[in-house]
């Protein structure tokens, strides 16, 4: 590194100038030297023009605004920006050179210029396995934002990119984002999930300027299950079952009434606990609730889950009424059945054997009625019951005709 004195009495560090645009003009050439193609929003950029011309007029046009240190040697100028406090950062090179033309000719790049805030949004610490979650990225602000790439790292592996095609104004602070949806499992337990942003130098080549990761914690807790009987007996005592069947961790189960936890019985284990409950009829209408506790390991608070059971007790007499009546509505449903069953053999017999019985007919004077051993499609039952002709005959109160198969 050279310092060099400028007329304003500063000292100017010039450094190893990698980044170089090159045009061609009559006779002689443009240089663009920068020290990097992208320079952090506050951070120093140098920048450096020179030219084959032997005898130049070297114009470095900036944006207004800009703090700057310039040395102009012979036939190149290099200015130092201290702090870089603009978002656009065009830099174009004019160089006139009379020996040749009295054409300047012009080389120009743009710097891109970034800042850090990458920012993973909370989430939850412990993912349930089954359930899908988002991994959500905000990315830093990049002009032009067209350079960045957002990426998620499952390890050391990409699983989503996202990089803006459309370009937008230098003033626009809408952020990139890059969500990812994941659906929890066993295998996800204890990976390692990226936020990259990468800032493409168009070189084939990409710089990281900031990373964030989060690593993952899945658990498993089915929803408890607490089991009693449908009409619990004032006085007569109820086993109550608290369980759970499916959990991964540690696990507490606490059965309760109210705010007050009941005791477990010895039979009880580390999924199932049991308790016998001495029913009395000021509880009917009481919840009884299985509280299910789950302690994760790197997690400051349990995971909870609970089910609620509201009892219904009866008084001994009230039971009664109920097993009779209910027995008394099986037995109905049942006589139904029977009938039904009855009825639909009969029906089936007679369609097989054609036989019928004609019941209850109320017939003319002169006529009687026979028995029918043929199909009614055959011998009409209308030519079988007739009133006849006589307009003195007598209707009896049981004139509908029935007509049953031959027993």
Same mark, same amino acid.
């Given at each position: 590194m050279v310092s060099t004195l400028t007329s304003s009495g500063r000292y100017l560090h010039l450094v190893l100038f990698v980044f170089t645009l090159t045009t061609k003009g009559n006779g002689f050439e443009v240089h663009i030297n920068t020290d990097t193609p992208a320079v952090e929003f506050g951070g120093s950029l140098n920048v450096n023009c020179r030219t084959t011309c032997l005898n130049p007029e070297i114009n470095m046009e900036l944006k207004p605004g800009l703090?700057?240190? =310039?040395?102009? /040697?012979? #036939?190149?100028?290099?200015?130092?920006?201290?702090?870089?406090?603009?978002?656009?950062?065009?830099? @174009?090179?004019?160089?006139? =050179?009379?020996? /040749?033309? #009295?054409?300047?000719?012009?080389?120009?790049?743009?710097?891109?210029?970034?800042?850090?805030?990458? @920012?993973?949004?909370?989430?939850?610490?412990?993912?349930?396995?089954?359930?899908?979650?988002?991994?959500?990225?905000?990315?830093?602000?990049?002009?032009?934002?067209?350079?960045?790439?957002l990426k998620w790292l499952r390890g050391s592996k990409v699983v989503k990119s996202v990089h803006p095609t459309e370009q937008k104004f230098p003033?626009?602070?809408?952020?990139?984002?890059n969500i990812l949806n994941l659906n929890a499992s066993m295998a996800e337990d204890g990976q390692v999930y990226t936020c990259l942003a990468e800032l493409d130098l168009d070189t084939n080549t990409t710089k990281e300027i900031e990373?964030?990761?989060?690593?993952?914690?899945?658990?498993?807790?089915?929803?408890?299950?607490?089991?009693?009987?449908?009409?619990?007996?004032?006085?007569k005592p109820v086993n109550i079952t608290c369980s759970v069947f499916n959990v991964s961790g540690e696990l507490q189960l606490t059965l309760k009434n109210g705010n007050m936890s009941l005791p477990s019985e010895s039979s009880s284990t580390e999924h199932t606990i049991y308790h016998t409950l001495h029913p009395k009829m000021e509880m009917n209408g009481q919840q009884l609730t299985c509280v299910a506790k789950l302690t994760l390991q790197n997690h400051s608070e349990p995971i909870v889950k609970q089910q609620n059971i509201t009892l219904n007790v009866q008084s001994e007499e009230s039971s009664w009424v109920i097993i009779i009546v209910g027995f008394s509505i099986v037995g109905a449903i049942i006589i139904i059945i029977i009938m039904a069953i009855i009825c639909y053999c009969r029906i089936d017999r007679a369609r097989k054997t054609g036989e019928y019985n004609v019941l209850n007919p109320t017939p003319s004077r002169n006529q009687e009625i026979p028995r029918v051993n043929e199909p009614l499609d055959i011998f009409p039952l209308q030519e079988v019951i007739s009133n006849g002709n006589d307009n003195n005959s007598q209707t009896g109160p049981n004139n509908n005709s029935c007509i049953t198969p031959v027993s």
């Amino acid at each position: 590194m050279v310092s060099t004195l400028t007329s304003s009495g500063r000292y100017l560090h010039l450094v190893l100038f990698v980044f170089t645009l090159t045009t061609k003009g009559n006779g002689f050439e443009v240089h663009i030297n920068t020290d990097t193609p992208a320079v952090e929003f506050g951070g120093s950029l140098n920048v450096n023009c020179r030219t084959t011309c032997l005898n130049p007029e070297i114009n470095m046009e900036l944006k207004p605004g800009l703090n700057k240190y =310039c040395n102009e /040697v012979n #036939n190149s100028n290099t200015c130092q920006f201290p702090a870089v406090m603009r978002w656009d950062l065009p830099m @174009v090179c004019s160089v006139l =050179c009379k020996s /040749v033309s #009295n054409t300047p000719v012009e080389n120009k790049t743009v710097i891109i210029v970034y800042n850090r805030d990458l @920012v993973i949004a909370p989430h939850p610490k412990a993912m349930e396995i089954n359930k899908t979650y988002q991994l959500n990225c905000t990315g830093p602000r990049v002009y032009p934002n067209t350079k960045l790439h957002l990426k998620w790292l499952r390890g050391s592996k990409v699983v989503k990119s996202v990089h803006p095609t459309e370009q937008k104004f230098p003033d626009d602070v809408t952020p990139v984002v890059n969500i990812l949806n994941l659906n929890a499992s066993m295998a996800e337990d204890g990976q390692v999930y990226t936020c990259l942003a990468e800032l493409d130098l168009d070189t084939n080549t990409t710089k990281e300027i900031e990373s964030s990761s989060v690593t993952l914690q899945t658990y498993f807790l089915s929803e408890p299950v607490i089991q009693a009987s449908l009409t619990i007996i004032d006085g007569k005592p109820v086993n109550i079952t608290c369980s759970v069947f499916n959990v991964s961790g540690e696990l507490q189960l606490t059965l309760k009434n109210g705010n007050m936890s009941l005791p477990s019985e010895s039979s009880s284990t580390e999924h199932t606990i049991y308790h016998t409950l001495h029913p009395k009829m000021e509880m009917n209408g009481q919840q009884l609730t299985c509280v299910a506790k789950l302690t994760l390991q790197n997690h400051s608070e349990p995971i909870v889950k609970q089910q609620n059971i509201t009892l219904n007790v009866q008084s001994e007499e009230s039971s009664w009424v109920i097993i009779i009546v209910g027995f008394s509505i099986v037995g109905a449903i049942i006589i139904i059945i029977i009938m039904a069953i009855i009825c639909y053999c009969r029906i089936d017999r007679a369609r097989k054997t054609g036989e019928y019985n004609v019941l209850n007919p109320t017939p003319s004077r002169n006529q009687e009625i026979p028995r029918v051993n043929e199909p009614l499609d055959i011998f009409p039952l209308q030519e079988v019951i007739s009133n006849g002709n006589d307009n003195n005959s007598q209707t009896g109160p049981n004139n509908n005709s029935c007509i049953t198969p031959v027993s």
